[in-house]
């Protein structure tokens, strides 16, 4: 029983299910199509400016950006207020990257890519609310369900083991160690310099994987890790180091407030607590709106050459000449941009070696929440099916229900051949197992595959296998000449998540302002 209450108080799995929504971070800039906007209305203002931009072939200014994620239009924002000139090249025809609003058929909007954010992480928090983008608390009102070895259990998030699902004493008691072993490793991982802590190179050596089988022993313990892996990251323990890993939970905090786990999985008082009104991509798109013509859509950046003391970047029809180039891209893309001269080989091979994860998002809207009858909150976490963790996306009036399931990893490759109508059956098959026959038949259907997305290629973030940081970390932010680098990826803190995205805009802003 006192593990159990050490479980309850450090719950590791309360809400694994979501994490992959909320870490996606607005860094990508190279990203795709319209395939959604936070709302017609809001993305009409911030394409009307951009549109008159697009006709534009040539510029001059202090600083370009390629970008237009949250990473790229926060750093804009600062330049801007500081009187430099800036422009905004993104390859999409609309902006916000990995953060993307999904218009549905009988209207409305869900969230396609990014959209929690909780406690400390209060950079998005903040330029959301300077943008009047208001929050609501996620559904979190009744039983979540367990579906373990064909067997479905409702069980209350807030009884002795708070939202942990209830396996086997043995297993819970395992991963209360594990969590809290991981915790305390974590503490010791400098968040600015992961590659430095004293034991670095010892757990750069070993996958997750390898840690996770010599210490969650228990079958039921090394399920919940395994969820919680691919939940956070929407990677296998195979793929990632352990150090990754650590620094990763390292940095769900902030200078005041140590990372966790638990963080990083809660729903409630985690990194799932709250969504925004109106979906989240409301917020890049009002802050394009801010910065008017000087975002150009539809403009993929081919090349960053330097030229004397200055740097040329061109993109389709449109050149732009700067002191200063800030990258706010995910390193696999920023890759994808040829440089003149070449980076250095230590920035190149970290490009080589962090690849992006793999996650989908299927959402089925239905005429009402009707879990919520059922006394379910419509949270989901699974061994089985193509989706394994789900959410109640309905909006905060719940004039309709909508429920968002993850595909993730393995099972998200799998299905990257597959037809949408393929995919959609897929999905319904594992609601209807999860939720009843009611789920069969939703009203409507919208997915979003971002390993098919042409200027995404995956997501939420970029990911290190071992041997990644300590070899090649320092480059992930240290400028090369005249060229910057932004993205969640280079965050300290909020890594792979949208605050992570705000923060390096932050401080690339800061970082350029030095320089010139």
């Given amino acids: 029983m006192a593990s159990e209450r050490q479980f309850s108080r450090r719950s590791l799995l309360g809400r694994t299910a979501a994490v992959a929504a909320g870490a996606t971070a607005g860094a990508t800039a190279l990203t795709a199509t319209a395939a959604g906007t936070a709302s017609a209305a809001g993305t009409a203002s911030a394409a009307s400016a951009a549109t008159a931009a697009t006709a534009a072939t040539a510029r001059d200014v202090d600083v370009v950006i390629v970008g237009a994620g949250l990473a790229g239009l926060t750093?804009?924002?600062?330049?801007?207020?500081?009187g430099k000139k800036v422009v905004v090249l993104e390859a999409r025809d609309r902006v916000g990257g990995r953060v993307v609003g999904l218009p549905l058929a009988g209207g409305g909007v869900t969230e396609g890519g990014g959209e929690f954010i909780g406690p400390t992480q209060d950079r998005i928090r903040a330029l959301a609310d300077s943008l009047g983008v208001a929050t609501f608390t996620t559904y979190n009102t009744g039983k979540n369900l367990l579906y373990k070895d064909g067997k479905k259990t409702a069980y209350a998030t807030d009884g002795l083991l708070g939202s942990v699902p209830p396996i086997d004493a043995a297993g819970l008691a395992n991963a209360a160690i594990v969590q809290a072993t991981l915790d305390d490793l974590a503490k010791q991982v400098p968040v600015h310099a992961p590659w430095t802590a004293a034991k670095a190179a010892e757990w750069d050596r070993q996958t997750f994987e390898t840690w996770l089988r010599a210490n969650a022993v228990i079958p039921?313990?090394?399920?919940?890790?395994?969820?919680a892996c691919t939940s956070i990251f929407s990677a296998e323990p195979r793929e990632l180091s352990l150090l990754f890993v650590l620094f990763y939970i390292a940095a769900a905090g902030d200078a005041s407030n140590p990372g966790t786990l638990e963080r990083l999985t809660e729903t409630a008082n985690g990194a799932q607590e709250l969504r925004f009104v109106g979906g989240s991509q409301l917020v890049p798109v009002k802050l394009a709106a801010t910065l008017g013509d000087r975002v150009v859509l539809n403009a993929p950046v081919r090349s960053v050459a330097r030229s004397g003391s200055r740097y040329v970047v061109t993109a389709n029809g449109t050149t732009v000449t700067a002191d200063r180039v800030v990258v706010a891209l995910p390193p696999p893309?920023?890759?994808?941009?040829?440089?003149?001269?070449?980076?250095p080989a230590a920035r190149d091979q970290l490009t080589q070696r962090m690849p992006m994860?793999?996650?989908?998002?299927a959402i089925?809207?239905?005429?009402t929440p009707f879990w919520r009858a059922d006394g379910l909150n419509g949270q989901v976490v699974s061994d089985t099916g193509v989706i394994s963790s789900t959410f109640?996306?309905?909006?905060?009036?719940a004039s309709y229900g909508a429920l968002m399931g993850f595909i993730e990893a393995d099972k998200a490759r799998a299905l990257d051949s597959a037809s949408e109508a393929e995919v959609r059956a897929a999905v319904l098959k594992d609601y209807t197992t999860y939720f009843g026959e009611k789920a069969a038949s939703p009203t409507s259907f919208v997915l979003q595959r971002w390993n098919n997305e042409g200027y995404t290629r995956g997501g939420p973030v970029s990911i290190?296998?071992?041997?990644?940081?300590t070899q090649y970390g320092p480059a992930l932010r240290a400028p090369v000449g005249g060229i910057h680098w932004a993205g969640t990826e280079t965050s300290t803190y909020w890594m792979g998540f949208m605050d992570g995205a705000v923060r390096s805009g932050e401080r690339v802003a800061r970082e350029v302002l030095a320089a010139l």
């Fill in 220 to 227: 039921s313990a090394k399920f919940l890790l395994d969820v």
């Fill in 392 to 397: 109640d996306n309905s909006p905060p009036d």
């Fill in 75 to 82: 750093a804009a924002r600062d330049l801007v207020a500081a």
């Fill in 333 to 343: 893309l920023a890759a994808r941009i040829s440089y003149d001269p070449l980076l």
């Fill in 364 to 367: 089925a809207v239905y005429d």
């Fill in 464 to 469: 290190a296998a071992p041997g990644v940081l």
């Fill in 357 to 361: 994860a793999s996650v989908g998002k």
